[in-house]
């Protein structure tokens, strides 16, 4: 069946409040993601080698629930993750034992034991010494309601 | 970003879980109608704008029920929200003793306040001849294909 714009365009307001995993009362958090991967809708939290330790340690999402709206260009409904105040951002401040080359981004629960997006980079950075930092861009997910039949 | 498939099936089971909407399908409030003249699925948004079918009669008691379910399937990943069955499904069915009739496809409403919620079109109008003819439906469902995370 094909659903109103209105039925469909819920889906993205049940997301970005559902207690459950995105709006959960813990914050979810992003990691930095070390090694080469794929982006797959079956890939788990063990596939991914994600930097643990400071100071490329995973930053904590806003907790509760997220942002959401659609695309007025395109139409896609947005989930839009909310960071933390100064932005989801690293710096190798000094001492830094690198190098290391950020593939991409893994959007974890706040365990870290469950992965609930991921973002590849297509073109990899990779930090080499002291006083380097990066910022990752907006964190969101994308669907496109008109596909639903 | 890509999201998981633990992502992908709550997605789906929070739609059909809302109540606002899909668990709210129950006899009482929202129900489904035969459809008996052409229309157009992407900007129907009351069923005051379809012309619902008398003498072709859609049987749909049990509609979504109290929620509808959600699975994955199996060969493509796909998500299927779909309708329970009642005992003895779903179909189309004429009577009276004008003819022929057309049906183009069928609603799925809310009593209420009219406000469409889906809509199914054939890819051909069925034409019934005489009454006691009946056109067995598939199975009520939104299919969300894994091409639509971006």
Same mark, same amino acid.
């Given at each position: 069946?094909?659903?109103?714009?209105?039925?469909?365009?819920?889906?993205?307001?049940?997301?970005?409040?559902?207690?459950?995993?995105?709006?959960?009362?813990? $914050?979810?958090?992003?990691?930095?993601?070390?090694?080469?991967f794929t982006e797959s809708l079956d890939r788990l939290a063990g596939d991914l080698t994600m930097a643990s330790a400071s100071p490329?340690?995973?930053?904590?999402?806003?907790?509760? $629930?997220? !942002?959401?709206?659609? /695309?007025?260009?395109?139409? !896609?409904?947005?989930?839009?993750?909310?960071?933390?105040?100064?932005? +989801?951002?690293? !710096?190798?401040?000094? #001492? +830094?034992?690198?190098?290391?080359?950020?593939? #991409?981004?893994?959007?974890?629960?706040?365990?870290?034991?469950?992965?609930?997006?991921?973002? $590849?980079? $297509?073109?990899?950075?990779?930090?080499?010494? /002291?006083?380097?930092?990066?910022?990752?861009?907006?964190? !969101? +997910?994308?669907?496109?309601?008109?596909?639903?039949? | 970003?890509?999201?998981?498939?633990a992502l992908w099936s709550r997605m789906l089971t929070l739609f059909a879980s809302d109540p606002a909407n899909l668990a709210n399908?129950?006899?009482?409030?929202?129900?489904?109608?035969?459809?008996?003249?052409?229309?157009?699925?992407?900007?129907?948004?009351?069923?005051?704008?379809?012309?619902?079918?008398?003498?072709?009669?859609?049987?749909?008691?049990?509609?979504?029920q109290a929620s509808a379910a959600a699975k994955i399937d199996p060969d493509n990943a796909d998500g299927i929200v779909y309708a329970?069955?009642?005992?003895?499904?779903?179909?189309?069915?004429?009577?009276?003793?004008?003819?022929?009739?057309?049906?183009?496809?069928?609603?799925?409403?809310?009593?209420?306040?009219?406000?469409?919620?889906?809509?199914?079109?054939?890819?051909?109008?069925?034409?019934?001849?005489?009454?006691?003819?009946?056109?067995?439906?598939?199975?009520?469902?939104?299919?969300?294909?894994?091409?639509?995370?971006?």
């Amino acid at each position: 069946m094909k659903p109103t714009k209105a039925l469909a365009n819920t889906i993205s307001t049940l997301l970005a409040a559902d207690t459950t995993i995105l709006a959960n009362a813990s $914050a979810m958090k992003l990691a930095l993601i070390t090694q080469p991967f794929t982006e797959s809708l079956d890939r788990l939290a063990g596939d991914l080698t994600m930097a643990s330790a400071s100071p490329l340690a995973p930053v904590a999402a806003t907790a509760g $629930a997220q !942002e959401n709206g659609v /695309d007025p260009v395109t139409g !896609e409904l947005k989930v839009e993750v909310k960071p933390p105040a100064g932005g +989801f951002r690293w !710096e190798t401040g000094t #001492g +830094f034992s690198g190098p290391v080359t950020i593939y #991409g981004y893994a959007l974890t629960n706040n365990a870290g034991s469950s992965l609930i997006g991921m973002q $590849a980079l $297509a073109d990899p950075i990779t930090l080499t010494g /002291d006083n380097q930092s990066h910022t990752a861009p907006a964190i !969101e +997910f994308r669907i496109d309601p008109s596909k639903i039949n | 970003m890509k999201m998981t498939k633990a992502l992908w099936s709550r997605m789906l089971t929070l739609f059909a879980s809302d109540p606002a909407n899909l668990a709210n399908m129950d006899d009482d409030t929202v129900t489904m109608a035969s459809i008996a003249a052409d229309f157009n699925q992407l900007v129907v948004t009351n069923i005051s704008e379809l012309t619902i079918g008398t003498g072709v009669i859609l049987n749909a008691s049990a509609l979504f029920q109290a929620s509808a379910a959600a699975k994955i399937d199996p060969d493509n990943a796909d998500g299927i929200v779909y309708a329970a069955t009642d005992g003895e499904g779903f179909y189309v069915y004429s009577t009276g003793s004008t003819f022929p009739k057309s049906c183009y496809g069928y609603v799925v409403y809310d009593q209420n306040d009219g406000r469409i919620l889906a809509t199914e079109k054939f890819d051909a109008p069925v034409v019934f001849t005489e009454a006691g003819q009946i056109f067995l439906l598939k199975q009520p469902h939104f299919r969300f294909p894994r091409e639509m995370l971006k």
